[in-house]
């Protein structure tokens, strides 16, 4: 079975400062993890994606993210936020393994940009 | 990049009406969709995944009779609520896939049941 926690329901931070949004993930088999963004009443847009290529992902608008296999980790990060990032953020593991499909989604944190 | 599309974006109808929402795929065809709900301030639930031209796979505890799936071509796939009630009301999104790849979302669909 797979499994993503992400630690905080909600993070605040004033714009300009970095942003750090933290995922644990459980697997059996070897990961695709993604992040997507949510902004309000809108369907999800892919930030970045990790499949077992290069551990750092670079992603659109500043993002990226750090595949931990010893932590089993998948953190995002922005240098710098920006008034538009304010929005839903969830954590997303694929397994390609073991006969499984879809995604499976964690319960998202709430991002919010102080100006 | 992969657009998909949802339609209609907003749906208002009475309990005991059936409701059907479309998903398609713009610039690629999907071997795959799949359809999510997401109530206020949760995460998405996988409800069904539809592979074109065979049946879909619930999942647990959605039922099958009562959100009807059809995957008739590699760009459309429809969801229809049939004998709406309040409880049904909710955001619905649906996503497409070409074989392994990446899933693309739709823009939602808001159905709200009176």
């Known amino acids: 079975a797979q499994s993503v926690t992400q630690l905080d329901s909600h993070v605040s931070v004033s714009e300009g400062t970095p942003v750090l949004l933290r995922c644990n993930y459980s697997s059996s088999y070897s990961p695709s993890l993604f992040w997507y963004v949510q902004h309000p009443n809108k369907g999800l847009q892919l930030l970045l994606k990790?499949?077992?290529?290069?551990?750092l992902v670079k992603g659109i608008n500043g993002f990226e993210a750090e595949f931990k296999k010893s932590e089993t980790s998948f953190h995002l990060t922005k240098p710098s936020a920006h008034m538009s990032d304010a929005a839903e953020y969830f954590c997303?593991?694929?397994?390609?393994?073991?006969?499984?499909?879809?995604?499976?989604f964690g319960k998202g944190t709430h991002l919010i940009i102080q100006p | 990049g992969a657009v998909v599309s949802q339609h209609p974006s907003r749906v208002i109808c009475k309990s005991g009406t059936s409701v059907k929402i479309e998903c398609r795929s713009l610039?690629?065809?999907?071997?795959?969709m799949f359809w999510y709900r997401q109530f206020p301030k949760q995460s998405l639930m996988l409800m069904a995944t539809?592979?074109?031209?065979?049946?879909?796979?619930?999942e647990q505890g959605v039922e099958k009779d009562k959100f009807l799936i059809n995957h008739a071509s590699l760009t459309l796939s429809t969801l229809t609520v049939t004998s709406a009630h309040p409880e049904d009301s909710s955001f619905y999104i649906c996503?497409?896939?070409?074989?392994?790849?990446?899933?693309?979302f739709g823009p939602g669909t808001r159905l709200l049941v009176l």
């Open positions: 996503s497409a896939r070409l074989y392994q790849e990446t899933q693309y």
């Open positions: 539809s592979n074109e031209g065979s049946k879909a796979t619930y």
């Open positions: 997303v593991v694929r397994t390609s393994g073991g006969g499984a499909d879809g995604l499976t």
């Open positions: 990790y499949t077992s290529a290069a551990t």
């Open positions: 610039d690629f065809q999907a071997t795959t």
